[in-house]
């Protein structure tokens, strides 16, 4: 009768283990989420803002993760532009410090404006 219950109490264990280990993420979304860490401040125009709720990712693409969100009532500090299928900007939240990546669509423009490229400064997007 012991050995039974030690043998339904391993199957058990290693049961468990497994679907935890399921839970677990193997990495980020996809490989494209690393690479794009800090960038000079290459912009100070203005006429700019967030959307409401711009998500601020890690990476400059939609399946990477979340960093927070700005809000149109919160300062943001544009740096520069990258395309990587949508054109996103690198961007910090003054109000709450938090920096990462808004995609173009996702921010507010009252003016046109040219930013330069994160990579290559020399290059620029422009937006109108």
């Known amino acids: ?17 497994g679907s ?3 839970l677990i993420p193997a990495g980020p979304a996809s490989a494209h989420c690393d690479g794009h ?12 803002s967030w959307g409401e709720g711009t998500y601020i ?4 693409h939609r399946d990477c993760q979340s960093k927070g969100q700005g809000y ?14 949508d ?15 808004a995609r173009r669509d996702a921010l507010r423009f009252s003016q046109s404006v040219t930013i330069a490229d994160c990579a290559n400064g020399l ?3 422009r937006v109108a």
């Not at 219950?5 to 049961?15: D, K, Y």
């Not at 860490?37 to 700019?48: F, M």
């Open 1 to 17: 009768m012991r050995s039974r219950l030690l043998s339904i109490a391993s199957a058990l264990t290693l049961a468990v283990s």
């Open 20 to 22: 935890v280990l399921a």
């Open 37 to 48: 860490g800090q960038h000079p401040d290459l912009y100070s125009g203005g006429g700019i």
């Open 57 to 60: 990712h890690a990476y400059p």
């Open 72 to 85: 149109p009532s919160q300062g943001i500090d544009v740096h520069c532009a990258t395309l990587t299928g």
């Open 87 to 101: 054109l996103w900007f690198f961007v910090r939240n003054t109000t709450t410090g938090i920096n990462g990546w």
């Open 123 to 125: 290059a620029a997007h």
